[in-house]
């Protein structure tokens, strides 16, 4: 007899609780943690040149292709009127996103770093859920901090140990619309790396210690785990080569596994399927024209970010001012994103689970 109710939902948690991408995507980032912890214990640095190449390469090449891919498995079987409400809010945040970094550059500096913890923090919150469980995630604050732990991982803990680098490279964001107005904020940001350092660790801790006496078992050991080497990882990797692996080997990764355990899953009305139809050739036909339009449209709305900067690649050198550029790009991009792919869209966002 077929399982049905917690039941089926615990033999998913446990068929994709092994999935390979799990895997690949812990032990990558366990690797680099040790790797870079050892080569600065013996006084090893990588040269910053090589470092933003390393970041380029992971958020361009390795990672912008499974944002377009998000959406398109949450647009594909909707209803047309939908996608077309989809297309026309996602642009009016992505329009607002831009005209509140050109208004006011460090409250858009502030929105971007919390896009990139929100990105990270509930996407890894809808893994979690559909492959290890969150049994051990009783309340809805329990959720919030599990998410926040996860999310702050990528920006907070680079803040506090990578902090020159973190700094210099905030100022060059900022600086693609006013050079120098991050200065003002210099004198304190030794006060503020305090600030969130010890909030941070008190964070992590609550989050570990809840989950345990809120449930424990095997959800809660995975949790605490994983929390724990994301920590560890953005600890010792420095902070562009650790954000820049970040999203293809550890988001990108675990969302796949995610979309695994949910793709037999009845997800959508079968007729409006972007890739509906029994020949197979009409099927290729279909998704290359759909990862055509996707790649144009991408294109077209990174053409006019950067025509709408008026220093769009920063006073600095090229490789610097392309690794500032696309910082901010992908964070506009990325907030219509989460914001209406998820938060508007609770039911059948793109971290739909059945």
């Given at each position: 007899m077929p399982t049905t109710g917690l039941g089926s939902?615990?033999?998913?948690?446990?068929?994709?609780?092994?999935?390979?991408?799990?895997?690949?995507?812990?032990?990558?980032l366990l690797v680099l943690a040790v790797t870079f912890g050892l080569l600065g214990t013996v006084g090893v640095r990588v040269p910053l040149r090589a470092q933003m190449v390393v970041y380029l390469v992971g958020m361009v090449a390795l990672n912008l292709p499974h944002g377009g891919y998000e959406h398109f498995e949450n647009l594909r079987r909707r209803r047309p009127a939908f996608r077309w409400?989809?297309?026309?809010?996602?642009?009016?945040?992505?329009?607002g996103f831009v005209g509140l970094f050109l208004v006011a550059p460090v409250a858009g500096l502030a929105l971007a770093l919390t896009v990139a913890m929100a990105k990270g923090g509930l996407g890894g919150l809808q893994v979690l859920e559909a492959t290890s469980g969150t049994e051990h995630l009783r309340t809805r604050f329990q959720r919030g901090l599990a998410a926040a732990?996860?999310?702050?991982?990528v920006m907070l803990v680079p803040i506090v140990f990578w902090p020159q680098t973190f700094h210099a490279f905030s100022a060059l964001m900022v600086g693609l619309v006013e050079p120098g107005a991050l200065s003002s904020y210099a004198g304190s940001f030794d006060t503020t790396r305090l600030v969130i350092g010890s909030s941070y660790g008190l964070a992590l801790t609550t989050h570990i210690l809840l989950g345990y006496v809120r449930g424990g078992g095997r959800s809660w050991l995975v949790d605490a785990g994983e929390s724990l080497l994301l920590a560890a990882y953005f600890t010792f990797v420095p902070v562009l080569v650790a954000v820049g692996l970040y999203f293809p080997?550890?988001?990108?990764?675990?969302q796949v596994a995610r979309t695994a355990s949910v793709e037999t899953?009845?997800?959508?009305?079968?007729?409006?399927?972007?890739?509906?139809?029994?020949?197979?050739s009409t099927v290729a036909l279909r998704a290359w024209v759909v990862l055509?339009?996707?790649?144009?449209?991408?294109?077209?709305?990174l053409v006019a970010v950067y025509w709408a900067f008026p220093n769009p690649l920063g006073t600095s050198d090229l490789l610097p001012g392309a690794v500032a550029f696309w910082s901010v790009f992908i964070s506009i991009v990325a907030l219509p994103h989460i914001v209406v792919g998820s938060v508007l869209d609770r039911d059948r966002g793109i971290w739909y689970v059945p």
């Open positions: 939902v615990w033999q998913r948690h446990r068929d994709t609780d092994r999935h390979p991408s799990l895997w690949l995507s812990r032990a990558s409400r989809y297309v026309v809010v996602y642009l009016a945040a992505i329009g732990v996860r999310g702050g991982a080997f550890w988001y990108s990764a675990r899953e009845p997800v959508g009305d079968e007729r409006w399927d972007l890739l509906g139809g029994a020949d197979p055509v339009v996707g790649a144009l449209a991408t294109f077209g709305v």
